[in-house]
């Protein structure tokens, strides 16, 4: 899911060791498809092992959870469910965009222009059962939560905050906030560093929590209005009006009050907008879940990543066992009470 309102909602910088001891409901795709599209070969491929097997996203869950381990915050994973049919709009463009760049991958490739290679291969991450069964066979290993949700996985991320298992979302997008969840936690990265889309560029990044509250204060709106501005931008369930951004968006709903107006008198429409916006107030979301952690297998962990995915063990065995030893510490400390 992604709604580009950021631009008009109130954050703050957050340091990692402000998070010690709290549990973040992670987006469980959103981080997946981050490292499946980031972690890659010099000329786009992803990392793969011997036997074909892609390895990116085994790579970037085991060093950026390490780093959460041994930073004292408890990640979850929440990953998504089934959609609803009413993004399969969005799903078949994407889908599209994907087989249009692995077009222009492999002409930037023959062309020997390995920057625009890797950019458009970039753009070509699947998730797979595969990669998914991976994910969650070495979560499990390392001692860490999924819980899987029944449809949208910021949706469920968000419930699980608002009933106190976990005390922020952490993603890349803003969905969560329209679902409800009271605190967003963005940018949870391990370098600092990020790629600029299409660049040959980093800029530094500093981790930011968006607090639910404030952002409405701060915008002198309610949530349902944050939902309006979003549709009215566009959401992966509707194209939105042309012509209004958020800033034109937040202008029109203070204004004139709700979506609905706003529509009338711009003469435009929302196809099954009252759905699309339950969707948001009243996702779908389960209780059914149970949040246990453990301290991580690295017999379990060899095993599977050197022994199957051809990982170098002596930095997997050396970075496990240090995880494993601050995890034992912060549990004779008590630090994990959390809030």
Known sequence: MGVAIGKILFSQEIALEDLGGKRIAMDGYNIIYQFLASIRQRDGKPLMDSKGNVTSHLSGLLYRNANFLKEGIRPVYVLDGEPDTMKEGTLEKRKMRKIQAEKEHEKALR???????????????????????????????????????????????????????????????????????????????????????????????????????????????????????????GTDYNEGVKGIGPKRGLKKVKEMGSLETILEKEGASIGN???????????????????????????????????????????????????????????????????
Request: net charge negative; aromatic share 6%; with cysteine.
């Open 111 to 233: 062309e020997g222009d390995l920057e625009k290679a890797r950019t458009k291969a970039q753009q070509t991450s699947r998730m797979s059962k595969e990669i998914i069964m991976d994910s969650k066979r070495l979560l499990e290993l390392m001692g860490i939560p999924w819980v899987q949700a029944p449809a949208e996985g910021e949706a469920q991320a968000s419930h699980m905050v608002i009933n106190g298992d976990a005390w922020a979302v952490g993603s890349q997008d803003f969905d969560s906030l329209l679902c409800g969840a009271p605190r967003l936690v963005r940018n949870l990265t391990v370098t600092g560093k990020r790629k600029m889309p299409g660049r040959n560029e980093y800029r530094e990044i500093t981790p930011e929590i968006m607090i639910l509250d404030e952002v409405l204060e701060d915008l002198g709106i309610t949530r349902e209005q944050l939902v309006d501005i979003a549709l009215l931008c």
């Open 273 to 339: 907008h009252d759905e699309i916006k339950k969707l948001f107030l009243e996702p779908k979301v389960t209780d059914n879940y149970e949040l246990k952690f453990g301290e991580p297998d690295t017999d379990g962990i060899v095993e599977f990543l050197c022994g199957e995915r051809d990982f170098t063990e002596d930095r997997v065995v050396d970075l496990i066992e240090n995880v494993a030893g601050s995890v034992r510490r912060e549990k004779q400390s008590d630090l994990f009470s959390f809030g």
